[in-house]
Each structure stands twice: as C-alpha cells, then as structure tokens.
C-alpha cells in the first residue's frame, strides 16, 4: 500500500449505532487530519495530530472521537450520529505544519450516509 | 478570521479552451497551495506558491500568486476532458495547524 488509504469507502449508519472509521498513511509524515467535507461548503477541518498528540479540536460535537495510537494511524469513532452529519469523511497527513511541509496528502475518504 | 473565496462556483467549457479560476481573500497568507479533486477521490496536490508574484507552470496550467500575497490565480490553456474535477484552494494564514479553505470551483470540460 501506497499514500493514504481509508476505510470503508462507504458506510451507512442509523442515528443510534457506533462506528469508527480507519487511516493509515505510508508516507512517513508527523501529522495527520481529519476533515468534513459537504456539497459546496469549505472543508472543515475536524482535528489535527501532530506527532500523536491533539493539537486542533475545532468545536467538534462529542459524538466523534478521535483517536491516534500512533504516527501512521487515525481512527474516527462515531456514535449516535445526526442525519446532517452525512457527508464526505477525508483523512490527511503532511510532513509537518508549516511552509512545504503543510502539503497535504489525502485518502480517498469515506463516504457516510446517516439514516 | 481568514477567508479564500473561488470564483466562479462553477465553470463548464468545451475542450480547447482557456479559463481562469480565482482565489481571492482580504487576508494575507504565508503559501497557497491548489489542488484538484475527481469524483469519489481526495483532493490531489498540484502546487504550492510562497513568494509574492511567483509563476508556476506544470504542463497547460499556470498558477500566479498576488504581489500582496492575498490572492492566486490558476489559468489553463487548451482545457482537455481530464482537467475536469473540483479545483481547491488552500491557504497557511495565522493559526497553527490550520489551512484556510476556499469552496472550489467545479470544472467540467466537455469533449
């Protein structure tokens, strides 16, 4: 495996059921994300990993829940999740958080349907 | 707090054309970076600007900078079927581990 995978690619979750969505980056970076992305809207960023510790939680609703056991991998738990939480889920990684080494590198996200 | 708006929302041409999309902000910021996005994928880095100014070409597409580092511009020359996808600006403002956004425009080129 190449970059950064993800999974599952699509996933459609009732309001009151728990799960978690998976990253994995091959690429040696220190950072990894994790963004919202909806029709015609900016990419929300969700929260930032920088060397496996949180350093962003943009006012994120507790029903997702992080989780970085290490450098190369990040988890989004889920739970009890709203209809308008149906969107594109993407995971990214970067060198670091400044200049070049904010290029970031993206999975091919995960689709969620919350009905 | 930092905004990058694009324009147009959305833009479809036939193939062969030129075009520009822009990314403008009130804001100024460290780099910008553009990248494209293909249905069901995640965004793709194309390029990344950092001087005020600064060109850079990669094959038909050509991406510019502002002097005042406070817009960029993405021009491309003869568009083919493959240039389509959502075109993304990003922008390093003033908050650590964050890149500022804009909405994109949709690019379709039509055969």
């Known amino acids: 495996e190449t970059g950064v995978t993800q999974t599952p690619r699509h996933l459609v979750m009732g309001m009151t059921n728990k799960k978690s969505l998976k990253c994995e980056q091959h690429?040696?970076?220190?950072?990894m994300y994790w963004y919202k992305q909806s029709a015609k809207k900016p990419l929300e960023l969700m929260f930032v990993y920088n060397f496996k510790e949180q350093t962003e939680n943009n006012s994120v609703p507790s029903r997702f829940s992080p989780e970085c056991p290490n450098s190369s991998h990040l988890f989004l738990h889920l739970h009890t999740l709203q209809p308008e939480d149906s969107a594109l889920y993407l995971c990214?990684?970067?060198?670091?958080?400044?200049?070049?080494?904010?290029?970031?590198?993206f999975g091919p996200g995960t689709r969620l349907t919350v009905t | 707090t930092q905004l990058l708006e694009q324009s147009p929302q959305f833009l479809s041409i036939q193939e062969g054309e030129n075009l520009t999309v822009y990314c403008n902000s009130s804001?100024?910021?460290?780099?910008l970076q553009w990248y494209r996005q293909e249905p069901g994928e995640g965004p793709v880095l194309l390029v990344t600007?950092?001087?005020g100014g600064e060109v850079k070409k990669l094959k038909r597409l050509t991406f510019q900078f502002g002097d005042a580092r406070k817009d960029s511009s993405l021009h491309i020359t003869a568009a083919q079927p493959g240039d389509t996808g959502l075109y993304l600006c990003?922008?390093?403002?003033?908050?650590?581990?964050?890149?500022?956004w804009g909405a994109g425009t949709k690019l379709i080129i039509k055969p």
């Open positions: 990003a922008g390093e403002g003033d908050s650590n581990y964050q890149l500022i």
């Open positions: 690429l040696g970076h220190n950072a």
């Open positions: 600007v950092v001087t």
């Open positions: 990214a990684s970067s060198i670091g958080t400044s200049g070049r080494y904010y290029e970031q590198y």
């Open positions: 804001s100024v910021f460290s780099s």
